[in-house]
């Protein structure tokens, strides 16, 4: 169950990311999904399976974007495996506001990271202050989506660890 959601979620993420996030556009805001599922389940889950999910969804989005391979793939890695860092002996689970926050932080960080890897390739970018503005708007629209989303990762981790306990998957 685990893989079919590891799969799953970062190339629905991606392919929202290139088809729906674009009309919901706040400005020149776009939330970052795959950044939004990865970093979610991260915080929900561990870093373990998250980077997976950022690489995953990170590499389909390059792929969808015509962006440089690699580089949305490469620029979420860290700070997914960030936020995913903590005890493994917390029973307690992170609360949503704390959580929201970590994810914005990583989308910030992703898309600082990212905007970076364009300067350093030579891309095209017509304005790197304007670029870095709208990753701030960007990562603050991400943190607010991951109110709803978090705990949606939080059930499906919970779920999931019920089946791996039975055996199922």
Do not use: C, H, N
């Not at 373990?48 to 995953?56: C, H, K, P, Y």
């Not at 590499?59 to 490469?74: C, H, I, N, R, T």
């Not at 981790?157 to 306990?165: C, L, P, Y």
Request: overall charge positive; proline content about 7%.
């Amino acid at each position: 169950m685990r893989l079919a959601l590891a799969v799953l979620i970062p190339l629905s993420a991606a392919l929202l990311q290139g088809t729906v996030a674009p009309l919901i556009a706040i400005g020149g805001a776009r939330p970052l999904l795959p950044i939004l599922v990865a970093g979610s389940w991260a915080v929900a889950a561990g870093a373990r399976e998250a980077v997976w999910w950022a690489f995953l969804g990170g590499l389909a989005s390059d792929l969808l974007s015509g962006g440089p391979l690699g580089a949305f793939a490469l620029a979420s890695l860290p700070p997914v495996a960030a936020i995913g860092v903590r005890e493994r002996e917390s029973t307690r689970p992170t609360p949503i506001i704390i959580a929201a926050l970590l994810v914005g932080i990583a989308a910030l960080a992703a898309a600082l990271i990212y905007l970076g890897i364009l300067v350093a390739t030579a891309q095209p970018v017509a304005s790197v202050p304007l670029a870095a503005g709208t990753a701030v708007a960007s990562a603050i629209y991400t943190g607010l989506l991951a109110l709803a989303i978090y705990p949606v990762a939080r059930l499906l981790r919970r779920a999931t660890e019920k089946q791996g306990a039975l055996g199922v998957w």
